[in-house]
């Protein structure tokens, strides 16, 4: 049972405009959503979360966005820039119980 | 400098032995985790703790054990009965205690069987 989709394998994206990733979810219980970037080889890396009290969350170019109603969050990125090019992973905690449950991920390219 | 400390990198065995992978972390959290990573799954969890002398099963711990006898460490040990042990595997750890706060990982341990 997949509790976090993320249902776009990967994104192309030119250097410039905007990216944006998806992420459903479906259990709503989960009240803390986070996006990590990864790189081959290397651990994920936290870029920006936002709690389920709220429905936007800004750091410089990411905003992740929070549907509850729709179980839904996205991340955009803008200008996206090549540096940007990983794979992201979404991720939903119940405070309850600390699990991060994580998506499958989504690889970005940023095309130069 | 704080941080979550996996080794090795990379490591081999061969088919039918034991290994345990090591997790060290110095940011004094109480939750550890052990996550896996195989291509187009995603970070799956293995095994996590909330606090010293307790574990729980996450979603793939048959073939898997722990063992949280300090805060700071958190070894997995990757046995014979699992069936598909070669993967990417990610320590990471958190503050619990309800805070809504990110996990922090370590660089990951690449298993190889052969």
């Known amino acids: 049972d997949q509790q976090v989709k993320q249902n776009s394998p990967s994104l192309s994206v030119q250097e410039g405009r905007i990216s944006i990733l998806n992420c459903d979810y479906t259990?709503?219980?989960?009240?803390?959503f986070l996006w990590y970037k990864k790189y081959p080889a290397e651990g994920p890396t936290f870029l920006i979360s936002i709690s389920s009290i709220k429905d936007k969350n800004e750091d410089g170019r990411f905003t992740v966005f929070l549907n509850k109603s729709a179980k839904h969050l996205s991340l955009h990125i803008v200008p996206s820039q090549p540096g940007d090019s990983a794979v992201y992973f979404c991720a939903a905690l119940h405070s309850g119980t600390y699990k991060y449950i994580f998506g499958t991920g989504t690889r970005l390219k940023v095309l130069a | 400098d704080g941080g979550i400390t996996q080794s090795p990198k990379y490591l081999f065995r061969k088919e039918g032995q034991n290994v345990t992978l090591s997790c060290e972390q110095n940011l004094n959290h109480d939750a550890m985790y052990w996550y896996r990573q195989d291509p187009g799954q995603g970070l799956r969890l293995i095994y996590y703790s909330q606090i010293v002398n307790d574990f729980q099963k996450g979603d793939i711990a048959e073939g898997y054990s722990v063992s949280r006898e300090k805060k700071e460490s958190f070894p997995l040990t990757v046995t014979s009965a699992q069936k598909n042990p070669t993967a990417f595997y990610l320590c990471a750890s958190s503050i619990a205690g309800g805070a809504n706060t990110e996990a922090f990982f370590g660089q990951g341990t690449r298993l190889t069987v052969v």
């Open positions: 259990n709503s219980m989960f009240d803390y």
